[in-house]
């Protein structure tokens, strides 16, 4: 099994331009989810999928969308990026995003807008 | 969310054991404990999680104090390997955000060899 796959690894977009990350699993998790991870700091969770067609909010999802139409691919679009948006992306899924479950992470995107 | 507190960092010296403490005295009884690391320029690595009981597998061991105020991860023998950032997270059901992890600043393990 391949686990979480992010792609790109890195990325550079200057202020404007949108783009997609991708984000795919293999392990028929029900539960994605997206965090970015800002310079010293932990994650935080941008938006989550609990099941194909189904998505909801984090704590930072301005300026962000997400879609779910099959359950091993959750991409991430940035609209109109912005340097705020400079950040190291990961994706992570579960079974179903229960609290007695380990999260699978990706390897990450590093994203810089110029 | 409930919150945890860590030290900013600790050191070991390779193959020694490590005990990573972790406070949460406002943890509800439904809270269970997880334990995540991050290797330099990789994403976050399940290490272990528990409720109440002490806790065992091939990574790691968690020891849970009776009154789940805090906890301790332990490597019984660290490697060079294990220089990571350890991030000690509630998961809550009461939390706003379903499945979601709050990850702290965490504790930066450094390993001498």
């Known amino acids: 099994n391949a686990g979480v796959t992010q792609t790109p690894k890195f990325q550079v977009l200057k202020t404007g331009q949108s783009m997609t990350l991708q984000c795919a699993q293999d392990m028929n998790h029900e539960y994605m989810s997206w965090y970015r991870q800002d310079p010293g700091m932990g994650l935080r969770l941008i938006h989550y999928s609990v099941g194909a067609g189904i998505t909801d909010q984090g704590e930072v999802p301005n300026g962000y969308n997400v879609s779910r139409s099959t359950t091993e691919d959750f991409p991430l679009r940035l609209l109109s990026a912005a340097p705020s948006q400079t950040s190291v992306y990961f994706c992570a899924s579960s079974y179903s995003g229960g609290l007695n479950e380990k999260l699978f992470f990706g390897s990450g995107t590093q994203l810089s807008v110029l | 969310d409930a919150k945890t507190t860590q030290p900013n960092s600790m050191e070991s010296n390779e193959e020694e054991p490590v005990h990573l403490p972790c406070n949460h005295s406002t943890i509800s009884g439904t809270d269970y404990i997880h334990w995540y690391r991050q290797l330099p320029s990789q994403g976050p690595e399940y290490v272990i999680h528990?409720?109440?009981s002490n806790v065992n597998n091939r990574m790691a061991s968690l020891a849970i104090a009776e009154d789940r105020k805090s906890s301790t991860l332990i490597l019984h023998r660290a490697t060079l390997r294990d220089a990571a950032v350890y991030y000690c997270?509630?998961?809550?059901?009461?939390?706003?955000?379903?499945?979601?992890?709050?990850f702290g600043q965490g504790t930066i393990l450094t390993v001498h060899p």
């Open positions: 528990g409720l109440t």
């Open positions: 997270i509630l998961r809550d059901a009461g939390g706003t955000s379903y499945g979601k992890l709050t």
